[in-house]
């Protein structure tokens, strides 16, 4: 199971869990900790950073779980090279991150605000985490993950994560993959409307809601055993 993060590995809380009873590998982002930065840095650069991941690990066949902003890498990734991927795991599933629109999945003042906050103080950004994922990070987390991800890099990428030339609902109907979506309930950036688009979208999809970020929910956890074993049968 390859665990995508937004920006980095330290996102996946619920990775001891999965550990014991799935082989499990995650990476950081081109420029964060120990990863060489890339000229572009967009999520399509993550995704070309995940397939070498699955190189080095040598995985022909996996479950792809990803998580908030992470999850347009996901698809990316697997568009990529849908031949390797048994399935998708989308956290605050969504079929864009458009901040416009009738039924935007994207609170756009949410974010508008979280995003100053970054510009002007980063380490209260990171902070705000704790916030915005209603307790799916908590403060020595955002101080790791500050220690971690530099502010520039950072900022690079959160720039570009609200266009695209094409929304990645489209790329993840032309997968025709088994998915798993899951609901973050009462989450103050992505909004229930996305997630109920996404669902409507793809009603063969498997579905999970809970209080808890997907990517620290024990909920999410179990689920996505179900669905990896349903799937790798």
Request: net charge negative; aromatic share 10%.
């Amino acid at each position: 199971m390859l665990l995508v993060p937004w920006l980095s590995e330290l996102e996946w809380q619920i990775k001891p869990l999965l550990r014991g009873w799935a082989e499990v590998a995650s990476f950081d982002a081109p420029g964060v900790g120990e990863e060489s930065p890339v000229g572009q840095p967009t999520r399509e650069a993550i995704a070309t950073r995940g397939l070498a991941e699955l190189d080095r690990l040598g995985w022909d066949r996996c479950i792809v779980v990803a998580d908030e902003f992470g999850v347009g890498t996901a698809v990316a990734l697997a568009s990529k090279r849908p031949e390797a991927i048994s399935g998708l795991a989308l956290g605050h599933a969504c079929l864009s991150h458009c901040l416009e629109g009738d039924r935007p999945p994207i609170n756009a003042s949410v974010y508008e605000a979280f995003m100053q906050t970054a510009r002007t103080n980063y380490r209260t950004f990171a902070r705000h985490l704790t916030q915005v994922s209603r307790g799916g990070y908590n403060d020595q987390l955002a101080d790791q993950w500050v220690r971690r991800v530099p502010t520039h890099v950072a900022l690079s990428y959160y720039a570009g994560v609200t266009t695209a030339e094409r929304p990645f609902g489209e790329l993840l109907e032309e997968l025709n993959i088994p998915l798993l979506f899951a609901e973050h309930e009462g989450c103050i950036m992505f909004t229930p409307e996305g997630f109920a688009d996404a669902a409507a979208a793809f009603p063969t999809a498997k579905t999970v809601s809970d209080e808890v970020k997907p990517t620290a929910s024990e909920r999410f956890a179990v689920a996505l055993r179900s669905f990896c074993e349903a799937e790798t049968k």
